[in-house]
């Protein structure tokens, strides 16, 4: 299985089936470090907590992978993630370069638009200016 598939497969395996247990079994290495998820880089109990705690907020969420690109053991993507939050449909855009090591997911880093998330929710500041301008 190549990194593009193993990435595919972890985030599709979570967003859009909801089984976030088995694609950490099956994808994610045991001593693997997410970051940029929240404000501390997270182990795996942690990233588990992470993403059960979305999936109780998100409903019916299903991830789109926009782009996918290989080089060097590291896997660049680039996904959309849809989803409902209280009753409102969001859109989530985000990406990150995950390190493959034997078939498993090593280390990951990512960014997701959480000041577009938080405007969708009625919420401010809506833009990295706005948070620059005290709003």
């Known amino acids: 299985m190549s ?3 193993i ?3 972890f985030l599709e ?6 089984k976030p247990d088995e694609a950490i079994a099956r994808f994610r290495d ?4 997410s970051r940029g998820l929240k404000a501390n880089a997270m182990d795996t109990s942690e990233y588990r907590g992470f993403i059960m705690d979305m999936q109780k907020r998100m409903t019916s ?3 789109d992978i926009d782009d996918l690109v290989e080089e060097n053991g590291k896997v660049a993507f680039r996904a959309t993630l849809r989803a409902e ?3 409102v449909k969001v ?3 985000g990406f990150g370069i995950v390190t493959i090591e034997n078939g ?16 969708q929710l009625g919420g401010k500041p809506t833009s990295l200016a706005d948070v620059l301008r005290g709003r």
């Open 7 to 9: 990435v595919r497969s």
């Open 61 to 63: 969420s299903h991830i």
């Open 13 to 18: 395996l979570v967003w859009n089936d909801r």
């Open 85 to 87: 939050v209280d009753g």
């Open 30 to 33: 045991a001593d693997c470090i």
């Open 3 to 5: 990194g593009k598939d």
């Open 91 to 93: 859109s989530l855009v």
């Open 104 to 119: 498993k997911i090593r280390d990951s880093a990512n960014a997701w638009d959480g000041l577009g998330l938080l405007g």
